[in-house]
């Protein structure tokens, strides 16, 4: 739980004047098992075995793993399809115990800080050394959740497939709204239209966060009124395989167009039902948004006649163009088709071209069009999402798996091999498109040739092939590719991982599987 073979000044956290060291999340963390433990006796429900070990498991979060704001100091799951659980979901008790012991756990006294440095006051220390201290589980009068919270080390949370009711959901939120819990996980939880409006209501007053600066002055509660540093707000929502439905149109209202959106970065919307309609509310919304990087709207509720007029796509398309910071893009199962992708990539690549000399790129490095019925018709729009247009340079890392490209790849390979400048592609992926062997050859016979010349591909590191069909010839330049990552550079070979794997048997060369 705590990881004590890390050396401590690894788990030194920091967020505006504020230092967290690991002893003191530590501490935190043993008040809010010890108040989980005790409130749940008091509400004559003693706590599962179960959940106390999913507590114990808890996660303390070093600072050198820290790279994304989207994971906490202090990191909590609940996952109802996790080993421990095995399907025995938390009730609405044990949801209302636990979003309690946050309330009541969590929150600090910055005085306790000296100097803002990381030393912490023996108080919580003695926690450390005897974390069986029944804390305070005495009930407080209704806190004012409307004004800025104490500054406090932040918080994950995975409540995924649970039953999360509408009581529990605004209990939830009543905790988000302090602003501390930055990611929060309620994947298939049963969260229906209802939920919307309170989720949307906090992401709207944390957008107005972002209006005060970076600190505040809490004068009616701080005498020496001194400035703290404003909570970072909600950073990840993931709210997938929920029956959301017409809710996402009260939900994609808390991103309507403004200099300060939540704080959101990472937004996890796959299979909640949207429709045509709130789809394209969605994504006119989000144009010109200065913080949302991670976006998964796989598996939208689209009737195929809708699906193949090619709305949808352009409207996604014309978001990404108008971003600047939207980096990670999922988008399975939208049923583009062929056309639907011709929409997508000429609107992705539409906006106005920057006065320069150098190849412009968009704010997206990685694209998921997998499961969306593309066919070997698409190869020219292929070639110009990966490769990009004379002004525009190509996605870095796209996933094309469980499509029907196949002979689509021909162009790809004539078009890579042509190609006058340096290939940013990072990786592709292209399993289960059932690419014949003269096709698939032609490919792998491409980037053998790039591999070898000074300005190639030389970010190509990952490439996914497994599910076409390997023949003689394609098996053949997948050898020749292995050699010559091998010999031009070793750490090169070292770093270069594709999912399939030649080997020699009498003089004939066969494919496997290889996991990466």
């Not at 809710?247 to 959106?261: T, W």
């Amino acid at each position: 739980m705590l990881h004590p073979e890390h050396h401590q000044d690894e788990f030194f956290t920091e967020r505006g004047h504020t230092k967290f060291s690991y002893e003191y999340n530590a501490a935190t963390l043993h008040r809010v098992v010890d108040f989980f433990t005790n409130r749940c006796k008091i509400r004559g429900s003693p706590a599962r075995p179960e959940l106390l070990e999913l507590l114990n498991r808890a996660s303390i979060t070093p600072s050198t793993f820290k790279k994304s704001l989207c994971v906490g100091d202090i990191h909590f799951s609940f996952n109802g399809n996790s080993p421990l659980l095995a399907g025995k979901r938390l009730t609405e008790l044990e949801i209302e115990i636990f979003i309690q012991s946050i309330s009541k756990g969590v929150p600090f006294d910055p005085s306790n800080i000296h100097n803002h440095n990381t030393a912490i006051s023996s108080p919580h220390i003695h926690a450390i050394q005897s974390p069986t201290k029944t804390p305070d589980t005495s009930e407080k009068p209704h806190e004012n959740h409307n004004k800025f919270p104490t500054p406090q080390p932040t918080v994950s949370i995975d409540l995924s497939y649970n039953n999360i009711t509408d009581k529990s959901l605004q209990k939830i939120f009543d905790e988000v709204q302090k602003g501390y819990i930055v990611s929060l996980e309620l994947a298939g939880s049963d969260i229906g239209p209802s939920s919307c409006e309170r989720i949307a209501e906090v992401l709207k007053m944390q957008s107005h966060w972002l209006e005060k600066g970076s600190t505040f002055k809490d004068e009616e509660h701080d005498h020496e009124n001194q400035e703290h540093p404003i909570p970072p707000g909600l950073k990840r929502l993931n709210l997938s395989n929920n029956p959301l439905s017409t809710g996402v149109n009260v939900l994609s209202q808390a991103f309507e167009i403004s200099a300060h959106p939540p704080p959101i970065c990472e937004l996890d919307i796959e299979n909640v039902d949207m429709n045509m309609e709130a789809l394209i509310s969605f994504m006119t919304l989000l144009r010109g948004n200065n913080t949302l990087k991670y976006l998964n709207i796989s598996n939208p509720s689209l009737p195929h006649s809708i699906a193949l007029s090619n709305v949808h796509p352009r409207h996604i398309g014309l978001m990404i163009s108008s971003s600047n910071t939207i980096t990670h893009l999922v988008m399975r199962k939208n049923q583009l088709g062929d056309d639907g992708f011709v929409e997508f990539v000429n609107a992705m690549y539409s906006r106005p071209v920057p006065f320069t000399t150098s190849l412009s790129s968009t704010s997206l490095n990685y694209l998921d069009l997998s499961s969306n019925q593309l066919t070997s018709t698409c190869g020219e729009t292929l070639v110009k999402l990966v490769l990009g247009t004379d002004h525009w340079s190509g996605i870095k890392n796209v996933n094309l798996a469980f499509n029907t490209i196949s002979s689509g790849v021909h162009s790809l390979a004539k078009a890579i091999r042509s190609h006058k400048m340096e290939i940013s592609l990072e990786s592709i992926d292209l399993r289960g498109n059932g690419i014949e062997d003269k096709p698939l050859a032609d490919l792998l016979d491409a980037i053998c040739h790039k591999s070898e010349i000074v300005f190639g591909m030389p970010k190509l590191v990952e490439m996914r092939l497994w599910g076409n069909n390997f023949g003689v010839l394609a098996s053949s330049k997948l050898q020749e590719l292995e050699k010559i990552k091998k010999v031009k550079d070793d750490s090169v070979a070292q770093s270069f991982r594709c999912d399939c794997i030649t080997y020699t048997v009498d003089g004939k060369i066969f494919v496997a599987k290889k996991e990466i």
